[in-house]
């Protein structure tokens, strides 16, 4: 049939209702003149119908299917919907369905897309999906952020916005670092992080420097070799937190704890001194270098002691490289310790609330994210998460660390058992738990996925693996590898249970933006099992591995997880994290 001819054919009196609604088939450009019936405005032809149809339906006698609802309204329904997606961006909530917006007529669910505060709106949703869209993947947190971190953030965000690249002030500072003295009080102070390790290990980094940003009144800004632009969308609202190509000191791969500028060693060569000792060599250095990395010296630690603190306060450009979480240890400094027990009054949700308001996923990532989720994780019942990370392999057989994981899983009751008799029939409405392995190494899912493939379940639940990547070893400061690393990270944090291998970076942060306590697996380096083969963790917060543990006073240690009730020592290390003693 000639299309030209149906798009030309008059609409029936039946259908022309639905087709001007819901189509838009019907338009005014048929060259015959239309019939005395349709020569009354629409709005009287709508009326008639919505009259006739309660006599339809009764002389029917059935109801109208919801389908049949849903499509005779379904501009009045998207519409509806728009209107509310629109108001919810402006009060912070929105209504959706279960995953994507083509579904949303199945159910309304109203989600807090700022996150009780944590984040504004204004921002260009399209430049990054994953800020207003991670609420429809992850559950509601139960930890609210307090008032008076919601108030720090809008100051951190206005102070970004006057004194980040670009400003006037910013301009002045830069000129004040190329001049090398430090004789004029600016008015803008800065802390730039530099790019190190790992991408766990720079996420910790970012997170504790951002909070001492906070505490400092610094404006933070990051390195551009961690690949940071291709990861996380800028966090503070009209700026950037990305360090400008042309920054003056260019030298930042050869930065290091013996530099000529670190912090530790001035302190050392009596270049400078903290307010006890004086300043030892006339006027104060434009910036400073901080080595805070695991294997930072004494002088290094200094950092964490309050008279070093006023001495830093002193020099506007701080320049900052860690591989750790050292949140824990600025809770010790008394100068911060009331301002950090009101920004966060329950102490394990730090790293929870800072990591959600700092890492949004590109899009590049949040693409991997969405399409592994909505692939394989949208319709189970239950997610488990399985992170494996081992750091000598050589000492550590495979079939050990296998073991030990399904020990813990199993006794633990992450995972059901599998019959080993007569096979277990699923029915139609049994439970369905997705397993979603993260490991540089495929062997650990091939063995989980072939244990449930072979045999059936005790409890009749049908079980599925799942694993995005197995990139075989550790690729730090390559893109693609990053990128699909944080993919995994951020999955992990969706699910509802995890468990998770001892010292890892890649895991902590997981748990931390998930708000999770995984179940906490340590390999020995020998064949032999742990007993018992697993340890529930104490918080949601991340451990800093290799804390100062130094008494300021006396400069001498001290077992700084015995000093505050909310400091303890981790469950797989002798770090410090933080906790709520009322949970413990």
Request: hydrophobic share 35%.
């Amino acid at each position: 049939m000639d299309p030209r001819r149906i798009r030309r054919q008059q609409p029936s009196p039946a259908n022309l209702h639905d087709s001007e609604i819901s189509e838009g088939v019907y338009r005014a450009e048929s060259e015959e003149k239309p019939s005395s019936v349709f020569q009354r405005p629409a709005i009287v032809l709508s009326t008639f119908i919505l009259i006739l149809l309660p006599f339809i339906l009764v002389l029917s006698n059935r109801s109208p299917s919801l389908e049949t609802l849903c499509k005779a309204g379904r501009v009045v329904e998207t519409a509806g919907y728009e209107a509310k997606a629109k108001q919810g961006s402006e009060n912070g909530s929105l209504a959706s369905s279960n995953i994507t917006e083509g579904n949303f007529l199945q159910k309304n669910i109203t989600k807090d897309i700022l996150l009780g505060g944590l984040l504004v709106p204004g921002f260009d949703q399209g430049s990054c999906l994953s800020r207003y869209q991670s609420v429809l993947y992850r559950k509601e947190s139960p930890h609210l952020p307090s008032p008076h971190l919601l108030e720090r953030l809008r100051k951190q965000e206005a102070l970004q916005k006057k004194c980040g690249p670009g400003t006037k002030l910013y301009k002045k500072a830069i000129e004040q670092l190329k001049s090398g003295n430090s004789t004029q009080t600016l008015e803008c102070n800065y802390l730039v992080v530099l790019s190190y390790s790992g991408l766990g290990n720079k996420m910790l980094t970012l997170a504790s420097a951002f909070i001492y940003a906070i505490l400092t009144n610094r404006v933070l800004l990051i390195d551009r070799g961690a690949h940071i632009a291709d990861l996380f969308c800028e966090p503070f609202p009209n700026t950037t937190w990305l360090l400008p190509w042309d920054f003056p000191i260019d030298h930042f791969s050869s930065i290091y704890k013996d530099d000529p500028r670190s912090y530790g060693k001035m302190l050392k060569d009596k270049v400078i001194g903290n307010e006890v000792s004086g300043a030892t060599n006339g006027s104060l250095p434009p910036y400073v270098y901080l080595h805070l990395s695991h294997d930072y010296g004494d002088f290094d630690k200094l950092f964490y002691c309050e008279d070093d603190q006023r001495l830093l306060q002193k020099i506007p450009w701080l320049l900052l490289r860690s591989n750790q979480y050292f949140v824990p240890s600025l809770f010790l400094i008394p100068a911060y310790e009331e301002e950090l027990n009101r920004l966060f009054p329950k102490k394990e949700t730090a790293f929870h609330h800072l990591g959600r308001y700092l890492f949004h996923p590109t899009n590049s990532v949040w693409g991997m994210i969405v399409r592994s989720y909505q692939a394989y994780l949208a319709k189970a019942d239950e997610i488990v998460g399985i992170q494996v990370r081992v750091f000598e392999r050589g000492k550590t057989p495979f079939q050990h660390v296998l073991d030990q994981i399904l020990a813990c899983s199993l006794e633990e009751k992450v995972l059901p058992n599998v019959s080993l008799h007569e096979p277990v029939v699923s029915g139609t409405d049994s439970k369905s738990k997705v397993v979603l392995v993260t490991s540089l190494d495929s062997a650990y899912f091939e063995k989980i996925r072939s244990m449930y493939w072979e045999h059936s379940t005790a409890t009749g639940e049908v079980i599925g693996v799942y694993q995005p990547s197995h990139e075989g070893f550790e690729q730090t400061g390559k893109e693609m590898h990053e990128m699909k690393a944080w993919a995994e990270i951020y999955l992990l944090s969706l699910t509802d249970m995890l468990v998770s291998s001892s010292w890892s970076t890649f895991g902590y942060v997981a748990r931390g933006l998930g708000g999770l306590k995984p179940w906490i697996v340590s390999f020995k380096t020998a064949d032999q099992m742990t007993n018992p083969p697993c340890r529930r963790a104490m918080s949601m917060d991340p451990c800093f591995h290799f804390p100062p543990f130094l008494d300021c006073k006396a400069k001498s240690y001290v077992d700084q997880g015995a000093l505050v009730p909310y400091l303890k020592h981790c469950e797989d290390s002798g770090g410090l994290k933080l906790v709520d003693p009322v949970e413990q």
